[in-house]
């Protein structure tokens, strides 16, 4: 240990005595730890992308953390520069396979000889941030940063969407999509896209957008 002391975190993770914890280190550690696939994902990924609309320099308040498994209690004990960890579940978003799926996933080398932090692609990101609208994510938002996903890769999109079965994240990403009209949207097909069926009330009071049912705010 060349005379340095280590604290213990929790059984098989340490860290020096003098060190401050960083966050990419503990997601690392937890991403090589878990027995389940953990991906950073969402507002975060389009974070690290520098994709995210309202970029968080400096500290992070908050990480969001996407698996399907609630993630282990000691993360929440943690002393370190965010403000929380953030968990997601995705059995509502998309099978396991899509979670271990490599071209879906991208590795931040964030220092030199220790393991990368896996996070979502940008194509799969913005799926899981539609997964919070209205109640964590406003409408503006998503809006401001679909406006900013001018390069997103048909094919990685074409099957985060064949696989996802989030109706409401599919549905509100289409509209986004025709609004901005990238592109990338004419090679998509969504005619080989389950939509489900009947309405989705969106936005509370809205307008209803006939192509997707969907509720969107009047004003957009």
Known sequence: MNGRMLRVLHPGLYAREEAKLNWKGIVASLQRMAEFPVLVGGLTALNIEGLA?????????????????????????????????????????????????KKLFREDHWRESLPPVRYSSPEKAIIEVLADVPKAVSFEHVDQLMQGLSTLSPRKLDVVMRASTSIKSKRLFMWLAQRYQHAWLKHLTPQDYDFGSGKRELARDG??????????????
């Open 53 to 101: 609309h309202y970029q968080e320099r400096g500290t992070l308040t908050s990480v969001h953390l996407y698996s399907a498994a609630h993630l282990p209690a000691w993360l929440d004990k943690l002393d370190c520069e965010i403000g929380r960890f953030q968990w997601h579940g995705t059995r509502q978003l998309w099978p396991e396979t899509l979670m271990t799926d």
């Open 207 to 220: 307008r209803l957008d006939k192509t997707w049912n969907i509720t969107v705010p009047k004003e957009m």
